[in-house]
Structure formats: structure tokens, C-alpha cells
């Protein structure tokens, strides 16, 4: 057994999934947005990822306090925490943070995507792109208490049915009987929110409303709407897709490798980022790539809005994990963590994704589509359920 990390790319093909994702009953999912394999990591990759994310949540503490939102009764109960694999001058890879964000509607489609290939590959099931559930568990219904615990749920967002998140929140509608609805649709009664139309009262929210995506009015409006439903529960609250960012990695202390700094158009011609490295430079908010700048110059960077709204970070040399059987291209691979928080006990992964592309590019929106690009599961063998 190797003392290194490891990953390997097992690859079922695109009809074989296309036929197991029909096979599962859930809602269509989009081919172009999965990947034709699944990731295989040995332990020490299971121990460098849980040390990491260890390392980041202790270091969180103080931005995870609920006293940092101006929303009574928000509290941060997930995090999804994106790590490249880029070169190491002794292992086949390191480990760097590329963001951090705060909403879990991709674990609708996880259940799916391993529904389907447990049918195609039977990993076993002390392999598991999650940890171990207690004994007897339904991955489904041990979420359930967290995501959507009453009947009356409702999941919002913006269009949802154009967004390019629809998949995702129709597997949520599928798997937890949620309904889902744009925040339009939703008006304050009484604390809570009712359908303008339906009527039909909900005391209980699944988040996936960005508000900085929002034009100023609109966004005004949500927050109005919102804040007056003060008796609700939540479950991915609004303001912490704002409490928690991009902009929040600049605030810790990292790897040399992977650190981030604040871009400050006061005193960005006398900063280390404008030295002739490459860096990239990212939106606070920003989401998809959406943005990002590629080896910005010192001008570019002199442009840009301040205080606190970008930061840079030196741009990584990613490191392929496989070649695809068909093409023979590169793939590269980010993991994401999805964890959940809970309080007074210890966080818990729902899913290890692995997003696959042949650019180094992850993000489901910046792909060119070819074959083993997309999103898959990440498995670790796992022993015992979870206390």
C-alpha cells in the first residue's frame, strides 16, 4: 500500500451511465455536466483530505460565529471546500485551496450519480464517496432531519428552472419531496412564507438564492422578504454565501503554494503579486468561474474595484490524473468536500466530488464538454459507521 496519495480514474463509459442514470428513476440528469468515471483514492489521499479540511475548520472558527451576519438566527451549517491537485516536487501531487463556498444543492445529484454507479461498478459498500453512515442508515433519510426536516420545506433560488442548478434542485424535489420555487413566487406571512399563488405555508427553507447575484433592486427586495420570515428554519442560509467566500481564504494563513492576499487599488503597484509571476486574480463573490482573471498585469489589477471586493493568488501548475481511454487527453481533477456542521459535534463529509476537465478548468460552466470531463464521486474505503 502506498504511503503517498493516490488517485486513479476507474472510466464505465457514457452509455453504460447514461443507462444506470435512467435506471435510478430520479429526475434526467445532463450527460455533458458528469464525467464517464468514477475516482478511486487510497488512504493516505483520505488522510492528507481529512487533514486539510481538519486544518482549514480549525482555523475558521472565529469566521464560522454566527455573530459575523447581520441575520438573526443564521448559522453556518455547511461548507463546500474546492481543492486542486497541482505539483509537488517528491509526490505525485499536492493539495491547493481554490475557494470556498456555502450551499449543498449538488448533493441531490451525488445520491443520483452513486445510485448509478454502484450499478455499473459495485464498489462495495465499505467503499463510500462519504462518511460512514450509523448502521442501518439511508444516506437519503440521515440528511433529511438536516436539509429538510418538516413537510412544508420549500427550496428557493433565482429562475430556478433556467438556472443552471435546475438538475440539481429537481433531484432535491425528487429525493426529499421538497418544492421548489423562485423567491418571487414567496411572500412574509406571519414569519414565515407562503406562496402568492398556491398559498401553501412554509416554515422551513433549503437555500440556493445567491444575493450578490441579484441586481441591487432585486436583491433589496429578497433580503426584505426574507429577513421578515423570521420564524423560519434554514438549512444553506443566504447570508452565508456572504459570510463565507473566496475573500475568506485571504484572511488565513496558508501554504506559500496556495496562499491568497487582498487586491487594494491604493497599494497595488508596491505589492508582491505585481512581481512578473503569474497569478490569477478572483472575484470575492464570484462563483463558476465567473470573472476570473487570468495573469492580470499590474494595470489590471490597479483597475479594479476596492476595498475587499478581489483577491490573487499565484496560479497553480496542475498536475493530470489520467488520460482518458478514448481521446488519450490529460484530465485534471479538483476535490470538493461537501461538510456539514453541526453544532457540538464534530463536521461530517456528505460527499467527496471529483470534477474532472482537460483544461484545468473545473467549474461546471467552463468545460468543453469532452469526453471524462464533468462531475463524479471520489471513494475511500471506510470502516464502521459514524458515532
Known amino acids: 500500500m502506498s504511503a503517498l496519495p493516490q488517485l486513479q480514474l476507474r472510466f464505465v463509459g457514457a452509455d453504460a451511465l447514461a443507462r444506470a442514470l435512467r435506471e435510478t428513476g430520479a429526475p434526467h440528469l445532463p450527460l455533458d455536466r458528469l464525467a464517464d468515471n468514477y475516482g478511486v483514492g487510497n488512504s493516505a489521499l483520505h488522510q492528507a483530505l481529512t487533514a486539510k479540511v481538519g486544518q482549514l475548520i480549525t482555523t475558521?472558527?472565529?469566521?464560522?460565529?454566527?455573530?459575523?451576519?447581520?441575520?438573526?438566527?443564521?448559522?453556518?451549517?455547511?461548507?463546500?471546500?474546492?481543492?486542486?491537485?497541482?505539483?509537488?516536487?517528491?509526490?505525485?501531487?499536492?493539495?491547493?485551496?481554490?475557494?470556498?463556498?456555502?450551499?449543498?444543492?449538488?448533493?441531490?445529484?451525488?445520491?443520483?450519480?452513486?445510485?448509478?454507479?454502484?450499478?455499473?461498478?459495485?464498489?462495495?459498500?465499505?467503499w463510500l464517496p462519504h462518511d460512514p453512515l450509523p448502521?442501518?442508515?439511508?444516506?437519503?433519510?440521515?440528511?433529511?432531519?438536516?436539509?429538510?426536516?418538516?413537510?412544508?420545506?420549500?427550496?428557493?433560488?433565482?429562475?430556478?428552472?433556467?438556472?443552471?442548478?435546475?438538475?440539481?434542485?429537481?433531484?432535491?424535489?425528487?429525493?426529499?419531496?421538497?418544492?421548489?420555487?423562485?423567491?418571487?413566487?414567496?411572500?412574509?406571512?406571519?414569519?414565515?412564507?407562503?406562496?402568492?399563488?398556491?398559498?401553501?405555508?412554509?416554515?422551513?427553507?433549503?437555500?440556493?438564492?445567491?444575493?450578490?447575484?441579484?441586481?441591487?433592486?432585486?436583491?433589496s427586495h429578497a433580503q426584505a422578504v426574507l429577513l421578515a420570515a423570521d420564524k423560519m428554519s434554514w438549512h444553506s442560509h443566504p447570508a452565508w454565501y456572504e459570510g463565507i467566500s473566496k475573500g475568506t481564504l485571504a484572511e488565513l494563513a496558508l501554504a506559500p503554494h496556495e496562499a491568497c492576499h487582498w487586491v487594494d487599488n491604493s497599494v497595488s503597484s508596491a505589492s508582491p503579486w505585481t512581481d512578473g509571476q503569474p497569478w490569477v486574480a478572483k472575484p470575492v463573490h464570484g462563483h463558476s468561474s465567473h470573472g476570473v482573471l487570468l495573469n492580470p498585469g499590474p494595470e489590471e489589477l490597479a483597475a479594479l474595484p476596492g476595498p475587499r471586493q478581489w483577491i490573487v493568488q499565484r496560479k497553480f501548475r496542475q498536475v493530470p490524473i489520467a488520460r482518458h481511454p478514448l481521446t488519450g487527453q490529460a484530465l485534471f481533477g479538483e476535490i470538493r468536500c461537501?461538510?456539514?456542521?453541526?453544532?457540538?459535534?464534530?463536521?461530517?463529509?456528505?460527499?467527496?466530488?471529483?470534477?474532472?476537465?482537460?483544461?484545468?478548468?473545473?467549474?461546471?460552466?467552463?468545460?468543453?464538454?469532452?469526453?471524462g470531463e464533468g462531475m463524479t464521486l471520489l471513494y475511500f474505503h471506510q470502516d464502521g459507521p459514524c458515532p
Open 60 to 126: 475558521l472558527q472565529p469566521h464560522l460565529r454566527s455573530s459575523r451576519v447581520h441575520w438573526l438566527g443564521a448559522q453556518a451549517d455547511v461548507l463546500a471546500l474546492d481543492m486542486a491537485l497541482v505539483e509537488h516536487a517528491s509526490q505525485p501531487f499536492a493539495l491547493a485551496w481554490v475557494e470556498i463556498q456555502a450551499f449543498t444543492t449538488m448533493l441531490p445529484t451525488c445520491h443520483t450519480l452513486q445510485l448509478a454507479q454502484r450499478r455499473l461498478c459495485d464498489p462495495g459498500s465499505t
Open 135 to 219: 448502521a442501518g442508515s439511508d444516506w437519503v433519510e440521515h440528511l433529511r432531519p438536516w436539509v429538510a426536516p418538516r413537510a412544508d420545506t420549500v427550496l428557493i433560488e433565482d429562475h430556478p428552472r433556467t438556472s443552471p442548478a435546475w438538475a440539481d434542485l429537481a433531484a432535491a424535489r425528487h429525493w426529499w419531496q421538497v418544492d421548489v420555487h423562485d423567491w418571487r413566487e414567496l411572500i412574509p406571512a406571519g414569519g414565515y412564507l407562503r406562496h402568492a399563488v398556491t398559498g401553501v405555508r412554509y416554515s422551513h427553507a433549503w437555500n440556493r438564492l445567491i444575493l450578490p447575484d441579484l441586481p441591487p433592486f432585486e436583491r
Open 338 to 371: 461537501m461538510l456539514g456542521l453541526r453544532p457540538g459535534q464534530p463536521p461530517w463529509v456528505m460527499a467527496w466530488i471529483l470534477r474532472c476537465s482537460t483544461n484545468g478548468i473545473a467549474t461546471m460552466t467552463g468545460r468543453d464538454s469532452a469526453p
